[in-house]
């Protein structure tokens, strides 16, 4: 299996490309696809869109792995989110991958052992998991690589 995994937003998206190596969790690829703040939503994710099926072409995954979409109190931000996690996977539909949705709850429970664990702990341990990750990157790229973790760990072992 090989995952694309994605921190969905629409300011910015963690984006990680996973596989297993011999029963170990091996990191291809991560960044953050970023747009332009002066841009419209639309733009915006028109922008994430192309970035990201870019990301798909070259590493040519067979899953996607998301992290849902977490409402706050801001309506405005939760539909630009839900704009972009909807491009996303219909991006990732379109060549073929697998969809699994993973809670944030989830996904600290698969990395960290603890429902409740702070960005940094989050941070600690995909360091401790994938020694290849970055020492130093924005929160959303970790969460990607976290979400990649939890997709491998869920179903990576039985494809």
Known sequence: ?????????????GVAVLELDNGTEKLLYSSCIETNKAQDLYE???TLGN??????????????????????KNQKTAIGVAGARGVLIYVA?????QIYEFGPQEIKIAVTGYGKSDKS???????????????????DEYDAIAVGIT??????RTS
């Open 1 to 13: 299996m090989r995952v694309i995994s994605v921190d969905p937003g629409y300011d910015r998206i």
């Open 44 to 46: 915006r994710i028109f």
């Open 51 to 72: 970035e990201f099926e870019d990301i798909i072409k070259k590493f040519k995954p067979d899953t996607l792995g998301i992290e849902t979409l977490f409402f706050n």
């Open 93 to 97: 539909q379109t060549h073929k991958c």
């Open 121 to 139: 702990a989050v941070i600690d341990m995909v360091k401790r998991l994938i020694p290849t990750a970055p020492i130093k990157a924005l929160d």
């Open 151 to 156: 997709c491998l760990a869920h179903y990576g």
